[in-house]
Nanobody
Framework: QANLMESGGGSVQPGGSLKLSCSIS????????LGWFRQGPGKEREGLAV???????????TYANIAKGRFTLSEDNAKNVLFLEMNNLQPDDTAMYYC?????????????????????WGRGTQVTVSS
């Protein structure tokens, strides 16, 4: 059974940093796209960063504008863990952060979940930024 489990969330002061982890297991087939999304209180879900794992992309990692310069996506392929390092966090970054995997072809590996073919979601990890 596919399982994506996020961890690493918590409460930080403005300007602080966090590194989120997403442990991935039980996928019935290799993921074509992996990514991080978030949903703040009263807001729609928004994409942050995605990783194309097909090897066909010359730019395997794509960041949404809101993530560029502050967030870094990385992976430990051997351990099937996806990371999101976040710096200079601000109160507007308060949200539930989710990782996702897309196993089916036909979608686009971009930080827009509606463009994915059939995303599998984790349960999320809460990030709260306040002074």
């Amino acid at each position: 059974q596919a399982n994506l489990m996020e961890s690493g969330g918590g409460s930080v002061q403005p300007g602080g940093s966090l590194k989120l982890s997403c442990s991935i297991s039980g996928l019935p087939s290799p993921a074509l796209c992996l990514g991080w999304f978030r949903q703040g209180p009263g807001k729609e879900r928004e994409g942050l960063a995605v990783l194309s794992t097909t090897g066909s992309s010359t730019v395997p990692i794509t960041y949404a504008n809101i993530a560029k310069g502050r967030f870094t996506l990385s992976e430990d392929n051997a351990k099937n863990v996806l990371f999101l390092e976040m710096n200079n966090l601000q109160p507007d970054d308060t949200a539930m952060y989710y990782c996702a995997a897309d196993l089916r072809p036909g979608g686009f590996c971009v930080p827009v979940s509606s463009s994915w073919a059939d995303p599998i979601w984790g349960r999320g990890t809460q990030v709260t930024v306040s002074s």
